[in-house]
């Protein structure tokens, strides 16, 4: 039983900041990468930025210089800072990761968090 789940969401000005943290919980016995991606109203999900275990981190190039990823490997969370938030921003946001629990490993996804950048 594993459960990810996203907080952090919410409303910002365009240029403001956000953090959104996701933790994973349950009888876990690894994580490996973990990820964030976001889908707008009409377009298909995309990756914004994905980690590895030891830091190694990728973005989508609308988010480079003004996103960064981390995780906190101990508590098993993945965080997510945002700043120069831009309208075209403005999405729900799932965490992603890859699991090992039990017999299975595979992706887990969260329920999502609405940021909304608007003035």
């Known amino acids: 039983q594993v459960h990810l789940e996203e907080s952090g969401g919410g409303l910002v000005q365009p240029g403001g900041s956000l953090r959104l943290s996701c933790a994973a919980s349950g009888d876990i016995i690894s994580i490996k990468d973990m990820g964030w991606y976001r889908q707008a109203p009409g377009k298909q999900r995309e990756l914004v930025a994905e980690?590895?275990?030891?830091?190694?981190?990728n973005y989508v190039d609308s988010v480079k210089g003004r996103f960064t990823i981390s995780r906190d490997n101990a508590k098993n969370t993945v965080f997510l800072q945002m700043s120069s938030l831009e309208p075209e921003d403005t999405a729900v946001y799932y965490c992603?990761?890859?699991?090992?629990?039990?017999?299975?490993?595979?992706?887990?996804w969260g329920p999502g968090t609405q940021v909304t950048v608007s003035s």
């Open positions: 992603n990761a890859y699991i090992w629990a039990g017999l299975v490993e595979r992706p887990y």
């Open positions: 980690i590895t275990k030891d830091g190694g981190a």
